[in-house]
């Protein structure tokens, strides 16, 4: 999403280093800021039982591991003028991938990319303001893609993000 802010290694290149093990305070750390990723570190603390100084570096740490990827906003498509959801299969060539996903990513609407095993390849959920914008951007835009094979658009009647367990 163009609204996360995603973590990057020290130096900005590259894949982030290893993830260093997780205990009991980070993974109440991780709850508590994806039920609420605008808790203050005041906060963050006061409900793990650290220091600010640890909650802030414990954060820091979880940013730098990539272990947290960016804070962003639960957004209700439908109230933001995007109406009409789909989940799209596409099944394309062997081994193309990263080329398929870089593309991907550069469509609008598009909020979630995947690569699965099964009867595709590929699982990708877009919104769009309406069916004429969801017809324009299959048939135009993910066809057009060469290594893109066939596509199968699952049309979304309602749907409902899962609040995190807290």
């Known amino acids: 999403m163009a609204s996360e802010q995603m973590a990057e290694s020290p130096g900005g ?5 290893p993830a260093r093990p ?8 991780l709850q508590m800021l994806q039920a ?9 603390a006061e409900r ?6 640890n909650a802030y570096a414990r954060i820091n740490r979880l940013i730098e591991d ?10 209700n498509h439908e109230r933001a003028g995007q109406g009409t959801s789909a989940y799209i299969t596409l099944k394309i060539v062997q081994n193309s991938w990263r080329t398929v996903s870089e593309q991907l990513r550069q469509l609008p609407g598009a909020s979630h990319i995947a690569l699965v095993g099964g009867d595709f390849d590929v699982l990708l959920l877009v919104h769009t303001s309406d069916n004429r914008a969801l017809r324009e951007l299959v048939l135009t835009r993910l066809q057009a893609i060469p290594e893109v094979l066939s596509t199968r658009t699952l049309l ?11």
């Open 156 to 166: 979304v009647f309602e749907e409902e993000d899962l609040e995190p367990q807290g």
């Open 22 to 29: 997780l205990d009991a305070i980070d993974l109440d750390i």
């Open 48 to 53: 793990v039982h650290v220091s600010r100084a």
């Open 13 to 17: 290149s590259g894949p982030p280093p």
């Open 66 to 75: 990539g272990v947290i990827r960016g804070f962003g906003a639960r957004v």
């Open 36 to 44: 609420d990723g605008r808790a203050s570190i005041r906060s963050v």
